[in-house]
């Protein structure tokens, strides 16, 4: 059985690098922030919502089958609902439905003490704060086991590396 890892928190705190960097020392998948994919600016709809919820629910199922062990998931359905809830002010309910239909073997919330950098998506840099809270509220709601990772990314990387090691037992290749 394939153990998925999700890489979660706010926004430019090292998800999508961490997914690339796990991912190449696992000799394994990853599955991409799908919303990055799909968007191309902060203006978009509850459809638009659904459609990435959906597509990464799909993404996931899909990257199981060629995931060598382990598959490493760069955020999930709840970063989609508390973005929807953020921008839009609603939460469709398939995006519970798919939140029911999803499990992970572990979180790693992200912690916001590494630079924000802007790339054109990126815009709640100035609420880094309040973000962080509301991510990490919403693990504690639905009592979601986490490790908090902080520092650079290397040493978020050798704390997730070390994690999987010890609870997974499941080992880098590189």
């Given at each position: 059985m394939i153990k998925k890892i999700c890489l979660y928190g706010p926004e430019s705190t090292g998800k999508s690098t961490l997914a690339i960097n796990l991912a190449h020392r696992f000799e394994t998948t990853f599955v991409p922030e799908v919303a990055r994919e799909?968007?191309?600016?902060?203006?978009?709809?509850?459809?638009?919502?659904?459609?990435?919820?959906?597509?990464?629910?799909?993404?996931?199922n899909d990257k199981l089958s060629s995931a060598n062990?382990?598959?490493?998931?760069?955020?999930?359905?709840?970063?989609?609902?508390?973005?929807?809830?953020?921008?839009?002010?609603?939460?469709?309910?398939?995006?519970?439905?798919?939140?029911?239909?999803?499990?992970y073997d572990h979180y790693f919330l992200?912690?916001?003490?590494?630079?924000?950098?802007?790339d054109g998506l990126r815009d709640l840099g100035h609420k880094r704060e309040e973000m962080f809270a509301i991510f990490k509220s919403a693990l504690e709601k639905r009592n979601i086991a986490y490790t908090l990772l902080q520092g650079d990314f290397r040493e978020r990387e050798d704390v997730i590396v070390n994690w999987i090691k010890r609870n997974l037992n499941i080992h880098p290749k590189r």
């Open positions: 799909m968007l191309i600016t902060n203006d978009f709809s509850e459809q638009d919502i659904i459609n990435i919820g959906v597509a990464h629910a799909e993404r996931i062990e382990i598959l490493f998931c760069d955020t999930d359905v709840i970063t989609t609902q508390i973005y929807a809830q953020y921008y839009l002010q609603v939460v469709p309910e398939i995006l519970y439905k798919l939140e029911a239909e999803m499990s992200m912690d916001i003490d590494v630079p924000w950098v802007a």
